[in-house]
């Protein structure tokens, strides 16, 4: 069952943390392997600096660090196939480029895991031009980029399995304006593609990943900082143990994957999960609409009608605003 002998995937974003777990975990159930990430060497130690972290951060993003040779190397020294491929997939050139490495070197595409991500938080008010670019950019339309180059290949090969990383902020997290908008566009294009993909066998979902990386060891720790200045409250701590919890050495969020990429699995597409390293797994429900108001043909709503309505109706008297739901 679940037999992956021999399939080429392609994984970016794997040089370290989440990714490199997927690329790892996919190698070690046959599947050839192109890691991938922007540049040789760690961007995350390019990104900080050690003298802006608290000592703690620094050592534990140290441990985790890596690219896509370091990772390709782990493979095989496992005895895997794996070769990497530098580029940034949000460059249309290069997304077209590794899917014709990964063609010239194993013969085929068969898997795509969406997993390159630019990282950072900010406001409403604090998010700049930049970041906006970088945290959309390399997410949202670097995994459609892999996805239009790498179709075809599927198509012409009969199977493909169509892996995007999301994250459960696509549902709305304070200060990480950028990063959400990124990630509920993952979401979209995932339901908009698993719907068109559906008659050629090939299966799309997004999962929300969480596992130990790098960025995670600076990035979150610093969110959990200013929380209290974002919220007003301080951070409450079981949930902050039950978070710690799930990002966990990230070869455990490659099960799910790899049996999503099965034939068992290929009634599957078009779904949303969340997918721990603590081995947890949870599907989002697709949206629906759950209440309507209407007016007659030809007439309009006054104001003191859509109050009525409103409270009455439309939303209810137990009605609670999303936006005052406390998330920490």
Not at 306 to 325: C, I, Q, R, W
């Amino acid at each position: 069952m679940g037999n992956l002998e021999g399939k080429v995937a392609i994984v970016t974003g794997s040089g370290q943390g989440i990714g490199r777990g997927i690329a790892v975990y996919l190698a070690r159930q046959g599947v050839k392997v192109v890691t991938n990430n922007r540049k040789q060497g760690s961007g995350t130690l390019r990104k900080f600096k050690k003298e802006d972290i608290p000592k703690e951060d620094w050592d534990k993003m140290i441990e985790l660090v890596g690219d896509a040779e370091t990772t390709a190397e782990l493979i095989r020294s496992e005895g895997g196939e794996a070769l990497p491929f530098f580029g940034d997939v949000s460059e249309w050139d290069t997304a077209e480029k590794i899917v014709n490495f990964a063609v010239d070197t194993f013969g085929s595409v068969d898997i795509v895991v969406n997993n390159a991500a630019g990282t950072g938080s900010g406001s409403v008010l604090s998010t700049t031009e930049e970041k906006w670019d970088l945290l959309t950019g390399t997410k949202l339309k670097g995994s459609f980029n892999l996805m239009h180059f790498a179709v075809p290949h599927m198509i012409k090969g009969g199977y493909g399995r169509i892996l995007n990383a999301s994250s459960e902020a696509w549902t709305g997290i304070p200060d990480n304006v950028a990063y959400c908008v990124a990630n509920a566009g993952v979401v979209g294009l995932t339901w908009a593609a698993a719907k068109e993909l559906w008659r050629y066998g090939i299966t799309v979902n997004a999962f929300c990943p969480q596992g130990a990386s790098p960025s995670h060891a600076v990035e979150y720790a610093a969110m959990v900082r200013n929380v209290k200045n974002i919220t007003g409250r301080e951070p409450d701590p079981n949930i902050l143990k039950v978070v710690e919890q799930n990002h966990g050495d990230p070869i455990g969020i490659g099960p799910v994957l790899a049996f999503l990429c099965t034939e068992e699995g290929a009634h599957i597409s078009g779904s949303v999960f969340s997918i721990y390293a603590s081995g947890v797994a949870k599907l989002y429900e697709n949206p629906a609409v759950v209440s309507q108001i209407s007016k007659k043909p030809g007439e309009s709503w006054t104001l003191e009608e859509l109050n009525t309505a409103f409270s009455e109706e439309l939303l209810g008297k137990d009605y609670k605003a999303p936006a005052s739901v406390r998330m920490w």
